[in-house]
């Protein structure tokens, strides 16, 4: 069993900054990616970030330059730091992990059960 635990949403005024953490647990042999997604209420989910084992990240264009993804490998921890943040950053935060359990088993997706961030303007 393979568990995604998020925390760290919650409610902030306009241009000010929240950080989001998501722990996995369980049977975990490897993790090729950690990412967030959002979702807003009536639109899609949108990717928002992504880092790889390494060190590679990628953003979303509406978030670059405001949030940074960093990953703790040694803990299975992927946390988002959320800067300046926008009534349109408003949504549920979902973490993501792309992992497999056993040697030679295959990459599977995994999700949290996502946190609530509301920012007011």
């Known amino acids: 069993q393979v568990q995604l635990v998020e925390s760290g949403g919650g409610l902030v005024q306009a241009g000010g900054s929240l950080a989001l953490s998501c722990a996995a647990s369980g049977n975990i042999f490897s993790i090729r990616s950690m990412a967030w997604y959002r979702q807003a209420p009536g639109k899609q989910r949108e990717l928002v970030a992504v880092i790889t084992s390494g060190t590679s990240t990628n953003y979303a264009d509406s978030v670059k330059g405001r949030f940074t993804i960093s990953r703790d490998n040694a803990k299975n921890t992927v946390y988002l730091q959320m800067n300046s943040l926008k009534p349109e950053d408003t949504a549920v935060y979902y973490c993501?992990?792309?992992?497999?359990?056993?040697?030679?088993?295959?990459?599977?997706?995994?999700w949290g059960q996502g946190t609530q961030v509301t920012v007011s303007s």
């Open positions: 993501n992990a792309v992992l497999r359990r056993n040697y030679g088993s295959a990459w599977s997706n995994y």
